[in-house]
């Protein structure tokens, strides 16, 4: 039987991790984030699918694809938290938990990055501990899958 699916969504400059601004978000390189969170994932007999796109159609196509092929998202929209309204209703419109992940905490940097459009409709937000915040947010999430739970309850 075909291991059950976590779709692993990182937005925006996200592909640039380990080198992009290391004091705010570390020299951790996106593969090794994957690779931690596929880790993660496995001991609970999850598979990680993960897209990373610089693009806001692509990662609502993605968050619109996981709603027949995964049981839940870890999501970081990165600068398009603040922004994305199509992101936001992809979330509203999916059927699946979804916790969304900020590597740096956000509520201490610019204004601008302390609201999260796309936060109300997930189930939860890490916020603020590093890339491991995604290996935090990978066992948020395996256990909303338990519990069943779905957005917007
Ligand atoms: C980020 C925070 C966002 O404000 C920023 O635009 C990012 C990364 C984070 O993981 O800390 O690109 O989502």
Redesign the pocket.
Known sequence: MAAKQIFLLNGP??NLLGKREPDT?GRTCLEDVVQLVEQTAKEYGYEIAHYQSNHEGDLVDYIQEAQDKAEGIVI?P??Y??TSVAIRDAISAIELPVIEV???N?HRREPF?HESLSAPVCDGQIVGFGVDGYRLATLGLIEKIKEGRRNNE
């Open positions: 400059n996200l978000y970081n990165a600068a938290t603040h900020h590597i740096s956000v990055r």
